[in-house]
């Protein structure tokens, strides 16, 4: 395999760092896509857990937690 020099390995260095963090998942983001997902599919369960009939107060944040503790452990694999 050829050497990467200058340039070429500085764009390469780039690049992979691009990659990564399109790899990565943001907790913020992923809470709003959460919200917009389960309010599309299912109304009744994104009141649920934006709204818990218990009173506890919005759960998207936890269920951002609790997909991404996911996401890492498919990877794992």
């Known amino acids: 395999m ?8 500085t764009l390469a260095r780039l ?3 691009t990659v990564r963090e399109k790899n990565e998942l943001d907790k913020d ?3 709003s896509a959460l919200r917009l997902y ?4 299912d109304y009744d369960l994104y009141k649920g857990i934006a709204n818990p ?5 919005d759960r998207f944040p936890e ?5 991404l ?3 890492e452990i498919a990877g794992e694999g």
């Open 29 to 31: 983001r992923l809470e």
């Open 53 to 57: 009939e218990d009173g506890t107060g």
């Open 2 to 9: 050829k050497k990467l020099k200058g340039d070429n390995k």
């Open 15 to 17: 690049f992979m760092t």
């Open 69 to 71: 503790r996911c996401w």
């Open 38 to 41: 389960l309010s599309e599919l």
């Open 63 to 67: 269920e951002a937690e609790f997909f």
